[in-house]
Nanobody, 114 residues
Framework: VKLVESGGGLVQPGGSLRLSCAAS????????MTWYRQAPGKERELVASTTSDGGSTNYKDSVKGRFTISRDNAKNTVYLQMNSLKPEDTAVYYC????????WGQGTQVTVSS
């Protein structure tokens, strides 16, 4: 199983980024997909998750209305559209796939700074 995140980078406050996580080696449509993040010196936290069919989503309170999680089961890919970014969104963002086991990607750095 392999999860590969992409789309991170440096962005100014108020800007946008779109993260992607491409999955392989698993039946993607059976997995709950979740984006987590971890800032320096802090614990990893859940940002957004989506059910296997994409019919239901869940968000951390501080990103509601700014971030949108979506998935394309035909492309084995989950996305995180991040708008109105704030410095406190700076972190390494990780993709997680969960059914009976957990799988993690290597992470992608997001830095929000002027």
């Amino acid at each position: 199983v392999k999860l590969v995140e992409s789309g991170g980078g440096l962005v100014q406050p108020g800007g946008s980024l779109r993260l992607s996580c491409a999955a392989s080696g698993l039946t993607f449509s059976r997995y709950v997909m979740t984006w987590y993040r971890q800032a320096p010196g802090k614990e990893r936290e859940l940002v957004a998750s989506t059910t296997s069919d994409g019919g239901s989503t869940n968000y951390k309170d501080s990103v509601k209305g700014r971030f949108t999680i979506s998935r394309d089961n035909a492309k084995n890919t989950v996305y995180l559209q991040m708008n109105s970014l704030k410095p406190e969104d700076t972190a390494v963002y990780y993709c997680n796939a969960k059914q009976y086991w957990d799988y993690w990607g290597q992470g992608t750095q997001v830095t929000v700074s002027s």
